[in-house]
């Protein structure tokens, strides 16, 4: 069954720094999405892609993040100078169509740890 | 997108079915119903959804009232493997990309025991 991976499972960074996290999306999906995770909170919504450009975006994603699609199959999130507080699990997700319905599936997450 | 309402936690025995509730009270015409579950900080799965009519798929069954003021997401026979937070999410359909974005709550912690 296909499914959505993400690299890597496991990101230390200094403050600071820039990091990009990459997903592999499912092959015929069409629409692309990051959420995250702080360690015991709710998933929080960061952006949505589509059509090689942004979609939709929370106020968590400021000008210190991007989203890209490099190529045909990756999609990646960078975060240009990490702050202790970006320290999450990271979610990558992606759907086939939006129509009158229809399901994201999520990958298993880059956990990013900021010191 | 409407609010929903689940309860924490609830337990349930292996083997038996796990029906876990919630309320969205709010809901307008073309919003959906959909269950997603997220396994000790694993990506979120999705089990099913449905918009007024019940709906049934390998993973679990859901109930919608005829209100459609709630639901209950049924796990008809629950293994350990089922424990997970289980959050139902309300949005609406139809083409728009403000509609890509899914709003998780606290959702449920489903603890399923031997």
């Known amino acids: 069954e296909p499914e959505v991976t993400q690299t890597p499972s496991h990101q230390v960074t200094q403050m600071g720094q820039e990091v990009i996290l990459r997903c592999v999306p499912i092959s015929n999906h069409l629409y692309f999405y990051w959420y995250r995770q702080i360690l015991g909170q709710k998933v929080e919504f960061l952006v949505s892609f589509y059509n090689n450009e942004i979609s939709e975006k929370s106020e968590i994603f400021d000008d210190q993040f991007s989203v890209e699609r490099p190529d045909g199959s990756n999609f990646t999130l960078k975060i240009r100078s990490t702050k202790l507080e970006d320290s999450a699990m990271y979610f990558c997700?992606?759907?086939?169509?939006?129509?009158?319905?229809?399901?994201?599936?999520f990958g298993p997450g880059t956990r990013l740890t900021v010191t | 997108d409407a609010k929903t309402t689940q309860p924490p936690s609830m337990d349930c025995a292996e083997g038996r079915a796990a029906n876990l509730p919630c309320n969205h009270s709010t809901i307008s015409g073309n919003e959906y119903v959909y269950w997603y579950r997220q396994i000790h900080s694993q990506g979120p799965q999705y089990i099913i959804h449905?918009?007024?009519n019940n709906e049934t798929n390998e993973m679990a069954s859901l109930i919608i009232t005829e209100d459609r003021k709630s639901s209950t997401l049924i796990l008809p026979h629950a293994t350990l493997r089922d424990t997970a937070v289980y959050y139902c999410i309300v949005r609406g359909g139809g083409r728009g990309s403000t509609l890509g974005r899914l709003y998780f709550g606290r959702g449920t912690q489903l603890t399923v025991w031997p």
């Open positions: 997700a992606s759907s086939e169509i939006q129509v009158t319905s229809y399901e994201q599936y």
């Open positions: 449905g918009l007024k």
